[in-house]
């Protein structure tokens, strides 16, 4: 899992395989973002799950959020080549995108 | 739509010199954020504003850092007499409305090695 002063963690499967990435946070939110980063670019926003939902789903993509412990997990469904980046999960404690990053996964998908 | 554009894409100054980030948001968002993102970690938020107006600056690093936006659009973040441990990528985000969501939009950064 991620989160605070930690150094990226790094995840490594196959083409074809699931693979879920957790987020434990610390500051209260009503929503937490997901995002992935490529190589030599900006991170971009691929799932946002509020506190309302315990469940968002986009593509193959599963967002969870528990509230109660603080967590939250990103699944990928039938992982590709193409999914092989670095996902980070940031909250947003004042509800003004004042982003706070955890320290992110850096997946890797083997043909 | 074009994105969020910065410049120059990489900088390598020694300790000391002084440095410039420039930053072109997407054409109508007025929120514009500031983020360091050390290597192998998450971006962090220095600063942001609302058009011209600073909202929060209280996690720029010390008084060497310094972020303008004049005109509400276009930004600039300076470092002043840069030291090793600035060393990271900087990015630059918009905010805006799209397809009624409000998001971030994220810059290809700016990398920075400080010999």
């Known amino acids: 899992s991620q989160w605070g002063e930690e150094n990226l963690q790094a995840l490594s499967i196959q083409e074809g395989e699931d693979v879920t990435m957790n987020c434990s946070y610390k500051?209260?939110?009503?929503?937490v973002h997901w995002y992935r980063q490529d190589s030599g670019r900006g991170p971009a926003l691929i799932i946002l799950i509020r506190s309302n939902e315990r469940e968002k789903r986009s593509g193959r993509l599963r967002a969870t959020l528990d509230t109660s412990s603080q967590s939250s997990s990103l699944s990928i469904t039938a992982a590709q080549c193409e999914d092989t980046a670095v996902y980070f999960c940031?909250?947003?404690?004042?509800?003004?995108?004042?982003?706070?990053f955890g320290s992110g996964t850096q997946l890797t998908v083997m043909p | 739509e074009a994105g969020v554009t910065q410049s120059p894409r990489y900088a390598v100054l020694q300790e000391g010199q002084a440095v410039s980030f420039w930053c072109d948001p997407i054409?109508?968002?007025?929120?514009l954020y500031w983020y360091q993102q050390p290597r192998d970690q998450g971006p962090q938020l220095l600063v942001y504003?609302?058009?011209?107006?600073?909202?929060?600056n209280s996690q720029l690093p010390s008084d060497r850092f310094s972020a303008v936006r004049p005109k509400g659009t276009n930004s600039t973040l300076k470092i002043q007499s840069a030291k090793q441990g600035d060393t990271a990528t900087y990015l630059c985000a918009s905010r805006g409305d799209r397809g009624g969501q409000d998001t971030q939009y994220f810059g290809p950064g700016t990398r920075l090695l400080v010999l």
């Open positions: 500051t209260y939110t009503t929503v």
């Open positions: 940031a909250t947003d404690p004042s509800g003004s995108w004042q982003l706070i």
């Open positions: 054409s109508g968002h007025d929120t």
């Open positions: 504003f609302r058009d011209e107006a600073v909202i929060d």
